[in-house]
């Protein structure tokens, strides 16, 4: 390769510095007229990326936990999205997202200028590989046609990200309208409640933790309206991780207290089955002969009683 001149421009005697700008002209001027050959680009290539490879490859040792579950194209996009950007920013692919493919001038040979150009497409073809094959076959047919990591993530959201003021309203209205039953495990509820709750964060809308607390308070079941009166009357203010906490004990009780009255209920049935059992001892029905007689002068004393 041709050596690059470095020297500062020479005006009349003297020697005036370049500014970074002209600098950076002159070089790549320079370094346009530098010529490779398809060998040399090969060697070079392999000095990037190591190991002797051109390719670029996904690290073995990636979590395989952190992948998101195949969308298919009916609900929890969001959801979907998130996850798959963790799985991808775990793997030092998410660069991919918002980045336009790089445009090289017509005409540059420039080994790094090309090497680089090769490498993002490489990584772009893997990291959108990746997005596809978390798609149900459906979508995945119908999304591979993409140019790029960036087109394909962009045409998902617009067409299955939902309007943010329209989840923001559908978050509210569940949060609203969630009620608690005696016939379901309090703690089962109250975690539903608490993803509700999350929702409404991701949404970009905060609760007061006060609010919060008094709403899952007054969401309580018809059976827990003693508990329910006792949290209201408490004059000590009580944050919505400590109300958990008291419904978790509350609940525990309650179940430890149900299970020792059914063992009760049990033991009393039995006992009074064993003494119903005891009481027919020493005692025995008589049975009663009620063969009847086939014989032919059974049927003759008969048959003379009508005379």
């Known amino acids: 390769m041709t050596d690059i001149n470095t020297n500062n421009k020479i005006v009349g005697n003297t020697t005036a510095a370049e500014t970074p700008d002209e600098e950076a002209l002159r070089l790549a001027k320079e370094l346009e007229k530098t010529q490779i050959t398809d060998s040399d680009m090969d060697n070079v290539r392999r000095n990037l990326f190591g190991n002797g490879s051109t390719n670029t490859t996904i690290p073995a040792s990636v979590s395989q936990g952190m992948m998101s579950h195949l969308f298919d194209g009916k609900s929890g996009f969001k959801t979907w999205q998130e996850k798959m950007r963790y799985y991808l920013v775990s793997i030092n692919m998410e660069r991919y997202l918002p980045e336009d493919p790089p445009i090289v001038p017509q005409g540059t040979t420039y080994v790094y200028t090309v090497g680089g150009m090769d490498t993002w497409a490489q990584g772009d073809y893997c990291c959108k590989g990746l997005i596809l094959n978390r798609l149900l076959n459906d979508l995945f047919d119908l999304y591979s046609k993409a140019k790029s990591s960036k087109t394909l993530w962009l045409t998902l959201e617009n067409k299955y990200k939902t309007d943010e003021s329209r989840m923001q ?83 525990n009780n309650r179940g430890a207290h149900a ?49």
């Not at 975690?191 to 709750?197: P, S, V, Y």
């Not at 009255?261 to 008589?286: C, M, R, T, W």
């Open 169 to 251: 309203r559908f978050s509210t209205a569940k949060f609203l309208n969630f009620k608690m039953v005696d016939s379901k495990p309090i703690m089962e509820q109250v975690e539903a409640l608490q993803r509700i709750c999350q929702e409404i964060e991701l949404e970009g809308m905060s609760i007061c933790n006060v609010f919060k607390t008094n709403c899952l308070i007054e969401k309580l079941p018809p059976g827990w309206s003693d508990f329910k009166n006792y949290l209201n009357f408490k004059r000590k203010a009580m944050t919505f991780d400590d109300l958990i906490r008291r419904l978790m004990i509350e609940g």
């Open 259 to 307: 299970g020792a009255q059914n063992q009760g209920h049990d033991v009393n049935v039995a006992e009074h089955k064993a003494k119903l059992k005891g009481k027919g001892k020493g005692f025995s029905i008589p049975q009663k002969n009620l063969m009847v007689s086939s014989s032919t002068n059974f049927k003759k004393s008969n048959a003379e009683r009508k005379f």
